[in-house]
């Protein structure tokens, strides 16, 4: 009951790459840099584990950013000649890198995996970007059809969790937050693409959808939605129809009503009960008041404790704290409410 994971990413190192960035550089190349990655991740799979974590991930600390991790290792892609596009529908620009011609997998995208299931027993989460967040953060030249170059993404990390599953991987996350930008779509092809991409699995899938990192176009985006943010009500029924077993969503001081969670009827829901968006770090208390709140919409054994995205862009010592709160909080409830 009320296992404790992540939503994902967790800061780099000042000795892996740039701190307090969501696009850091790295410090290092090659054969070095490839050491600071698996020592980066060694250091956050221990972190998590004495924080208390059930679920724990490899940070992303093998990936520059949780979208163009992915890509770098896909076909078809001109990264030379990037792009300007507004994304998340046109909430901020980004330089992004265009599809060319068809898509295909340069080989394993991730075969950090495996080293991340070497150094833990706990059970291991693994994300990968949604197709929808992929199309929406890449620019077609080639397929001329959103929903066709969506689909032509899924079939790769199709194949990738495919492999990541037989590298022991025990939940494949996707992360979605175009879903909250296309709300509509987000409920039918979004949710066929995602049917694509965990086609065959037979470990846990999950899908995370969330308003943003704590940067500041997200701050501002954030302040047009008014009192009552209402997009996950838009696509949650059709996600409880789907075969994605888990939904991590927010919770904690964002504006989401919390009888949202009832529209998730039957799955596992994740419940952000961490902020990413402030360095104020959360006590045990809050997070199993939060918890608290969620039973009211969700049974509680399907209630698992979750940040509301990942901390990558936060500060080491203020997400390691986080990880505390979250595990202890996590424990607090399993007494409070057994
Ligand atoms: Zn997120």
New binding site residues.
């Given amino acids: 009951m009320f296992e404790a994971t992540l ?1 994902g990413s967790l800061p780099k190192p000042f000795w892996l790459a740039e701190t307090d960035k969501l696009w850091p550089q790295w410090k290092s190349e090659g054969k070095e840099r490839e050491i600071a990655k698996r020592d980066a991740t060694l250091f956050w799979l221990k972190a998590q584990e004495d924080a208390g974590l059930d679920i724990v991930s490899d940070g992303e600390q093998s990936r520059q950013h949780f979208v163009h991790g992915f890509l770098e290792f896909v076909d078809g892609i001109d990264r030379e000649h990037k792009v300007k596009m507004g994304i998340r529908n046109n909430r901020y620009d980004a330089m992004v890198p265009q599809v060319v011609s068809k898509l295909s997998l340069k080989g394993r995208a991730h075969p950090e995996a495996k080293i991340a299931r070497a150094h833990t027993k706990k059970k291991l989460k693994f994300t990968l970007p949604g197709p929808m967040t992929i199309v929406d953060t890449v620019a077609d030249s080639h397929y001329g059809d959103r929903v066709k170059m969506a689909m032509a993404f899924a079939e790769l990390l199709n194949k990738e969790a495919r492999a990541l599953e037989a590298d022991g991987v025990d939940v494949i996350q996707f ?1 979605e ?1 175009a879903f909250n930008a296309f709300t509509k779509e987000a409920g039918t092809w979004g949710i066929d693409c995602l049917h694509c991409a965990i086609d065959g699995l037979k470990c846990t899938t999950a899908v ?1 959808i ?1 308003y ?1 990192y704590g940067i500041q176009q997200n701050l501002d985006w954030k302040k047009t939605l008014g009192g009552e943010w209402r997009q996950y009500e838009e696509f949650f029924p059709a996600l409880a129809k789907s075969r994605v077993k888990q939904v991590s969503l927010e919770c904690i001081h964002s504006h989401v009503p919390p009888d949202m969670m009832r529209l998730l009827e039957g799955k596992d829901v994740l419940v952000g009960v961490i902020d990413v968006a402030s360095n104020i770090v959360e006590t045990p208390q809050e997070v199993a008041d939060t918890i608290g709140l969620a039973m009211k919409f969700v049974p509680k054994d399907r209630i698992f404790a979750c940040t509301n ?2 901390l990558a862009p936060m500060d080491r010592e203020i997400a390691l704290k986080k990880l505390e709160a979250l595990g202890a909080g996590a424990k607090l409830a399993r007494e409070r409410y057994a």
């Fill in positions: 939503a992360d937050p995370h969330c943003g995205c990942g």
